[in-house]
């Protein structure tokens, strides 16, 4: 296998062929000078589990666009992001977010996922038909975070689509230079739009949660404003596009098996199990990376320090060496946990989140549109992103 095998057209619309090739060659596979990947399961939950293994945003983005840019934005602002440090800076600014991610807040997601999915399932009732990419899974999410940071909902179109560019330039593949430079000012308008709030609530705190940001505290150290950037901006980074996919995604693998679907609308209870085997199936993040913090040996492998680990969590959520007829959606399935939130140090601390704000999507679209069917299932266009799955539209008509 070779790096552009991850990054073709194919590829894009459908990685499983790839991935079942990938298994099939080895545990680890070298795709380019520096560059491996695994899609075994047992072999990616080591590696994420391995503390030889960890985060190398200077590794990676000086491999993809040389050493001059690792001080520019957007990577500066990567470097600050809590997904981006190994311990004991990890350490430390993982424990401050957890505990600016209180019970309190955690409800108050819950309920602005439903109050939103409600407002806008009204908005579709206008009419018989619509986009639920466009209409309803671009929108819930980024209306969800405006909603518990307590910035103006008419703002979100702004922080997707600033979100958008800055999430590119962290993709398997490099961006063109244009986009590049695009990325670049898109991390700068973010910065600065944030700076700005923090300032205002360093005086004035509330409820919200970058006023709980602020105001964490642990062992006497609290979060510099900086890190407080980078992390809310981290929000609109990687709570948008993957929970926009993942409700799109999980649509898709439902209504391609009707019998499990039926299942979910008469019984919402099982909403949590549909949501997990829904991500198992078809995972809105499809790669993890790792950088080899000192030379290892690994699956009987040199894997020099510096060297990049592709994990792919979508090869290993398919690998039949773990589940049963993995290509098959079984929403009641319990053969052990999908990796599509990571595990080890870096398990994603917003996993609790995600999965209420798809179940929350699920239950308002079951619950409102029971007899919603998709129109386009023989015509979807998946974007063009190695590590995030998802269609750039998805109609459907009720």
């Not at 309190?104 to 309920?111: G, S, V, Y």
């Not at 579709?124 to 103006?152: N, R, Y």
């Not at 080899?292 to 994990?311: H, M, P, Q, W």
């Amino acid at each position: 296998m070779q790096y552009r095998d991850i990054s073709t057209p194919a590829f894009f619309a459908n990685p499983y062929p790839v991935y079942d090739e990938m298994r099939e060659t080895g545990p680890i596979v070298q795709l380019a000078p520096k560059l491996f990947s695994t899609g075994r399961y047992s072999v990616a939950e080591a590696l994420l589990l391995d503390r030889r293994f960890g985060k190398g945003i200077e590794a990676a983005v000086m491999a993809r666009y040389g050493a001059g840019v690792i001080e520019q934005p957007p990577f500066r602002t990567f470097r600050s992001m809590l997904p981006g440090m190994n311990p004991p800076k990890h350490t430390r600014l993982r424990a401050l977010l957890m505990k600016s991610f209180n019970a309190r807040q955690i409800d108050k997601f819950r309920q602005a996922s439903f109050d939103i999915s409600n407002r806008l399932v009204d908005n579709l009732t206008k009419s018989s038909h619509g986009d639920l990419v466009k209409d309803f899974a671009f929108v819930l999410p980024m209306q969800t975070i405006c909603t518990i940071l307590d910035v103006p909902l008419e703002d979100a179109s702004l922080f997707k689509e600033a979100a958008d560019h800055v999430s590119g330039a962290i993709d398997v593949t490099p961006l063109s230079p244009e986009k590049l430079e695009q990325a670049k000012q898109s991390a700068i308008e973010l910065e600065a739009y944030f700076a700005k709030i923090i300032r205002v609530r360093r005086e004035n705190p509330g409820e919200d949660l970058i006023s709980q940001m602020i105001l964490a505290e642990e062992e006497g150290e609290r979060m510099t404003d900086e890190e407080i950037v980078a992390n809310v901006c981290f929000l609109f980074v990687a709570g948008h596009e993957t929970t926009e996919n993942m409700i799109g995604n999980a649509l898709i693998a439902l209504h391609r098996q009707p019998e499990q679907l039926q299942r979910a609308i008469s019984d919402l209870s099982i909403l949590p199990s549909v949501v997990n085997e829904c991500m198992r199936f078809d995972s809105s993040v499809q790669m993890a990376q790792r950088v080899a913090l000192e030379d290892v040996e690994f699956e009987g492998l040199s894997i020099e320090r510096g060297n990049l680990i592709c994990v792919c969590l979508g090869a290993a959520n398919r690998d039949p060496e773990k589940f049963s007829n993995p290509g098959v959606l079984k929403i009641d399935r319990d053969e052990g946990r999908m990796l599509s939130f990571g595990s080890g140090l870096h398990f994603c601390l917003g996993a609790r989140l995600a999965t209420l704000e798809i179940e929350a999507a699920l239950a308002t679209l079951f619950t409102r549109l029971p007899d919603m069917r998709l129109t386009n299932l023989d015509d979807l266009r998946y974007r063009h992103n190695s590590a995030l799955r998802g269609v750039d539209a998805l109609h459907a008509s009720w």
